[in-house]
């Protein structure tokens, strides 16, 4: 058929008019289903008024209304969480709304549940009292139980959501809890593995397997969270030992229903271990001087590879370019690996970056700590060129200062092409600590069982402070501290605080008592060095009132009331046994001659020792001492309460003389290097050594309690004030010491690490002498003479705080020494 002609025209026309026809129907219906809304009648409603909800559909009177408008509206009712069902149809020009409307809560109830106390389960439900009730939502917050429960380790906590209705339409929502058993990590295993063993790796996670003390220590608890931020632990671990290609293939923790327990695996692949190769230094920023900041390099050639001295390095180095005025300069490292000799060579390069600037610090999810202490962790401030290796380092420093469980730091889109906007996020974590600790110390002015109470809020307030209140007491000992920290002085890096404590001390051959104080300011000078002024104030008392030797060491007759009977000359008369009615004379400081008896012949002195020298001393307390003090410490150790590598290094001098009854100067100085002698074995070796003097200043000459007492704390083996000078067989100090010491320490064979025990073996020497006493009657040892021993210890990490017994044989000593073989105490590094 050809398109002129008639026939083809004729055929066109009918399919047109058929196509109209047909559509036609579909247009009628159309039009029928969106029919004008005349009046809207709202049924079923209570508390509602009728007009709220006209107000919530959005529908006029006079509106076309067809099935979309209507879902809309549906939909805009269900969504104010009000009503429990939504029916809405159209009759003739009448628009009828039908609704269910919620329950209101009358209460949230906590049923059957210890371990969670209410309050802290109402913090995470989001049912609350006066709140419309949804069933949808009871339902969310079951789940968020059970994740609090799950979190502290009872992941088979069974919760379940009912309803008891009360008048007014109201209900009780009441959540009722099974509690459960703890849910333990039974396993912790490690697969790819070949340069660290389990051991070695299970120390390095937070997570630990289920043990004998893990319901003290709770960090059998698995969480996910934890067990994700372990996953960046091990990369930082491998990255910082050599292994750049580590990665974590898989983590996964699955839940023997049956056992209730968990069983976690961790898939690793290690790569290769690599050294630093070449490293320099390049800018494209005019006027740099790459010469002038090799000194700012942290990578060596030949040096293992670790990833935390390149992002020192990179710290190190953008600081001094900006301080040279290049504040857009950015430094970036571009690694030269060679896969042949494995390893990474290192160019800094320093170009010239952005030109972007901060346009505000936005800080999201803290409740408790304030703003500005997240925002003073921050080199950088509004206003300030933005620079993202100082943005990281801020990261780094708010993680270290165990407030936030969670620290991440982002940036967004400012105003401006040229504004960032760096927002922080921060998951806060509890800060405040309750320490229940006790042991045994031998040696010492507390010698004997010990307990210890105390309180420590790291971030006071939210405001970043430091606070501690603690009590011990011992069989004969009390002491007494509270200690506060402000970390942030004036605004600026400097920590100022002051100690207030008090120790009391019956053991031994005469009492002593300690009161004073310090306030202190310390500043950082590098990133390892700190520096920090003090100025102190104590007062010293010994012995007591009822104290020192008896007369004659005798008893004397008394009455039923326990007075003396004295003779015709005014005497007490002398028994020749302990007897009922009698008694001993105490001479004292106060009295030291009772009855005048040192007239008529007798013993009268007070003499708490055979030293007279120290009975002298102790007559003429109690003493207050004043001086000023500053140290020095360089720090480079990789963990402050289990290193492994680095020195601690603190040298410092006290000038007693700003009034009070002491003049001297008193200088100390001690070090300590740690090196992981073996990676697998987790062999960890240290050597110490220590010196110290003590002058008179101004000429006035030493107290005896000025002396230095020295003994098991600078060589093992030998009891506290156990060598040295000595009058009479007692010691009385020496103005100077030095002391030296190896040790290893080392995993037990055979005993889970998780425990907490480790092994050492030692070596000590050391010397305690000079005395301005050297002349005295009965006086020796005031030449230098060194002592030495060897022993072994064993280390627990309990969790009431380090604990040590040593076993130590004098290899050299004096006659007139005091030896004592086992000591065990709270443990001490340093």
Do not use: H
């Amino acid at each position: 058929m050809k398109p002129g002609s008639k026939l083809f025209k004729a055929a066109s026309a009918l399919a047109l008019s058929s196509t109209i026809m047909a559509s036609l129907p579909l247009a009628l219906v159309t039009s029928a289903a969106a029919a004008v809304v005349n009046r809207v009648e709202v049924r079923g409603n209570q508390r509602v008024d009728a007009e709220t909800v006209r107000s919530f559909i959005q529908i006029r009177p006079g509106q076309n209304v067809g099935e979309s408008e209507i879902d809309e509206a549906v939909r805009r009712l269900f969504s104010t969480g009000l009503f429990s069902d939504v029916r809405i149809s159209q009759s003739g020009g009448t628009l009828v709304v039908n609704v269910d409307e919620n329950q209101i809560v009358n209460q949230v109830l906590f049923q059957g549940n210890s371990r969670l106390k209410d309050p802290q389960l109402a913090s995470v439900v989001q049912t609350q009292p006066r709140g419309a009730y949804s069933a949808q939502t009871a339902q969310a917050d079951v789940a968020s139980i059970r994740e609090a429960y799950t979190r502290i380790g009872r992941a088979d906590a069974g919760i379940s959501v009912r309803t008891i209705p009360v008048e007014g339409n109201r209900v009780n929502v009441v959540f009722d809890i099974q509690e459960g058993d703890r849910t333990q990590i039974q396993s912790i295993s490690f697969v790819g593995n070949n340069a660290f063993s389990d051991a070695r790796l299970k120390q390095v996670i937070s997570l630990r397997e289920s043990g004998l003390l893990s319901f003290l220590q709770r960090n059998d608890v698995y969480d996910q969270d934890r067990l994700r931020a372990d996953e960046e632990t091990l990369r930082r671990f491998y990255y910082n030992r050599g292994y750049a290609d580590f990665r974590v293939v898989s983590s996964v923790a699955e839940l023997d229903e049956a056992q209730n327990k968990y069983f976690i695996t961790v898939t690793v692949d290690e790569g290769e271990r690599y050294t630093f190769g070449n490293v320099s230094i390049d800018s494209s920023v005019a006027g740099v001087d790459t010469a002038a900041l090799q000194s700012q390099l942290e990578t060596a050639p030949g040096e293992t590879y670790s990833a935390e001295k390149v992002e020192n390095t990179l710290v190190n180095l953008t600081n001094a370019v900006a301080g040279s005025g290049y504040a857009f300069a950015q430094v970036t490292p571009r690694g030269d690996r060679d896969f042949t000799n494995r390893t990474i060579g290192i160019d800094y390069v320093i170009d010239q970056g952005p030109r972007a600037y901060i346009e505000r610090i936005e800080v999201r999810g803290n409740t408790k700590t304030r703003d500005y202490v997240i925002r003073r962790e921050f080199d950088v401030s509004e206003g300030d060129a933005f620079n993202q290796v100082l943005v990281q380092r801020a990261k780094q420093r708010l993680e270290a200062l165990g407030f936030f469980e969670k620290v991440e730091v982002a940036t967004a889109p400012g105003s401006q092409p040229d504004r960032v906007v760096v927002v922080v996020e921060v998951a806060e974590k509890a800060t405040g600590e309750l320490s229940l600790g006790g042991g045994y110390t031998t040696g010492g002015d507390n010698e004997g069982p010990v307990a210890e109470v105390g309180v420590t809020e790291r971030n006071f307030l939210g405001r970043g402070q430091f606070v501690k209140v603690s009590a011990g007491f011992g069989s004969e000992s009390r002491n007494y501290n509270l200690s506060f920290t402000e970390p942030y002085f004036l605004g600026r890096r400097l920590a100022v605080g002051f100690d207030i404590y008090r120790t009391e001390s019956t053991s031994g051959a005469y009492d002593t008592e300690r009161t004073g104080g310090d306030i202190r300011l310390s500043a950082p000078i590098t990133n390892d060095l700190s520096a920090q002024i003090a100025y102190n104030l104590k007062q010293e008392k010994f012995g007591d009132d009822d104290g020192g030797r008896r007369v004659n060491d005798g008893y004397y007759r008394a009455d039923g009331d326990g007075n003396l009977i004295l003779d015709a000359g005014g005497r007490p008369i002398a028994v020749s046994s302990d007897e009922d009615n009698a008694r001993r004379i105490i001479a004292t400081c106060n009295d030291p001659n009772p009855f005048g008896l040192a007239d008529a012949g007798y013993e009268g002195a007070p003499q708490y020792t055979d030293s007279p020298i120290i009975n002298e001393a102790i007559c003429d307390s109690p003493y207050i001492t004043s001086s000023v003090s500053y140290g020095l410490t360089y720090n480079t150790l990789d963990s402050a309460q289990d290193p492994r590598e680095g020195f601690l290094i603190q040298a410092g001098q006290e000038f007693a003389g700003l009034g009070g009854d002491a003049n001297y100067v008193k200088s100390t100085a001690k070090g300590s290097y740690f090196n992981l002698l073996n990676e697998e074995y987790d062999v960890i070796g240290q050597l110490s050594a220590g010196a110290g003097n003590v002058s008179e200043l101004g000429g006035d000459g030493l107290r005896v309690f000025d002396n230095f007492f020295k003994g098991q704390d600078i060589v093992r083996g030998f009891e506290y004030k156990g060598i040295g000078p000595r009058q009479n067989g007692v010691s009385i100090g020496g103005e100077n010491y030095v002391s030296a010491s190896a040790e290893a320490t080392f995993p037990l064979p055979l005993i889970s690490r998780d425990l907490g025990f480790r092994g050492a073996v030692f070596a000590d020497a050391g010397s305690l002498w000079g005395s301005s006493f050297e002349n005295e009657s009965g006086v020796e040892g005031t030449d230098f003479s060194l002592r030495s021993s060897a022993g072994v210890g064993l280390i627990w990490a309990s969790p009431f705080g380090p604990l040590r017994v040593n076993y130590a044989q004098p290899l050299q000593k004096e006659d007139f020494d005091e030896t004592q073989e086992f000591s065990f105490g709270f443990s001490s590094r340093f």
